[in-house]
C-alpha cells in the first residue's frame, strides 16, 4: 500500500516564478493538507482541502493556492515566487474532516528553492 | 493565541540512556497536545497525543510524554535510547482537537551515539 507521495521531490525556481507541487493521497484517503517547512523551524498549516474545497486556511498569503481533484489527489500552487518561500512543502491525508478520529499520514516532501 | 517552545534544538544521549525532550506550551484555554517524530528524507510520524484524558500518554516505539498544567509542559521521555531514535522531534499544540491547524515548535534533534 503506498503511502503519501509527492512531486517532484526537488525544485528549484527564480523569483517572480509561479510552481506547482503535487500530492496523491494514501489509498482510501479523501482529504489532503498542505505543510511549509522553513529551514529549521516547524511545519506550519497552509490549507487543508476535502470535496474538492479548500476547508481551513492558515495564514498564508492568496499567492498561496491550490486544488484537489476527483481522484482526491492536489496540487499547491504559488505564485510570485519570493526568496522566503523556499521551504520543504509537505502533504498530508487523512480519511474524511474528523482529525480527532483518523490520524493524517504525511507525504516525504518537496524542498522547493528559490533562487 | 497559543505557541510551544522546545528548549534545545540538540540533544546527544549514549545508547541505552534516557532520552527527554523538552516542551512548554502557552494556551489561554486547556490545549491538546502532539509529539511527532521526522526521520531524515522523510514526512512526520505522530508519536502520541494528549487530548485531556490521561496526563500519562504512551505513544510508540517506547515514547511517552506527561501533561504538567502546572509547569505548562509536556516533556517527551525514553527510558532508553536506540540509534534508530536519532530523529527530528516536534512538539505542537491545537485549541481543538479536531483539527489539523497545529502550532508546531521549532523542533529538537536527537543524536544517539553507540
Known amino acids: 500500500d503506498a503511502g503519501v507521495t509527492q512531486s517532484p521531490t526537488h525544485l528549484i525556481k527564480t523569483r517572480g516564478q509561479q510552481v506547482t507541487l503535487r500530492c496523491s493521497p494514501k489509498?482510501?484517503?479523501?482529504?489532503v493538507s498542505w505543510y511549509q517547512q522553513a529551514l529549521g523551524q516547524g511545519p506550519q498549516f497552509i490549507f487543508q482541502?476535502?470535496?474538492?474545497?479548500?476547508?481551513q486556511r492558515g495564514n498564508f498569503p492568496d499567492r498561496f493556492s491550490g486544488h484537489q481533484f476527483p481522484n482526491y489527489s492536489s496540487e499547491l500552487n504559488v505564485n510570485a515566487l519570493l526568496l522566503g518561500d523556499s521551504a520543504l512543502y509537505l502533504c498530508?491525508?487523512?480519511?474524511?474532516?474528523?482529525?480527532?478520529?483518523?490520524?493524517?499520514?504525511f507525504g516525504p516532501g518537496t524542498r522547493l528553492t528559490v533562487l | 493565541a497559543q505557541s510551544v517552545t522546545q528548549l534545545g534544538s540538540h540533544v546527544s544521549v549514549s545508547e541505552g540512556a534516557l532520552v527527554l525532550l523538552r516542551c512548554n506550551y502557552s494556551s489561554s484555554v486547556p490545549p491538546y497536545l502532539f509529539w511527532y517524530v521526522q526521520y531524515p528524507n522523510q514526512g512526520l510520524q505522530l508519536l502520541l497525543k494528549?487530548?485531556?484524558?490521561?496526563?500519562l500518554v504512551k505513544g510508540i516505539n517506547g515514547f511517552e510524554a506527561e501533561f504538567k498544567k502546572s509547569e505548562t509542559s509536556f516533556h517527551l521521555t525514553k527510558p532508553s535510547a536506540h540509534m534508530s531514535d536519532a530523529a527530528e522531534y516536534f512538539c505542537?499544540?491545537?485549541?481543538?482537537?479536531?483539527?489539523?491547524?497545529?502550532?508546531f515548535g521549532t523542533g529538537t534533534r536527537l543524536q544517539v551515539f553507540p
Open positions: 498530508a491525508s487523512r480519511k474524511g474532516l474528523a482529525a480527532d478520529r483518523n490520524e493524517q499520514f
Open positions: 494528549y487530548t485531556s484524558a490521561a496526563t
Open positions: 505542537a499544540v491545537s485549541v481543538t482537537y479536531n483539527t489539523d491547524k497545529l502550532i
Open positions: 489509498s482510501g484517503h479523501d482529504t
Open positions: 482541502y476535502y470535496e474538492e474545497e479548500e476547508r
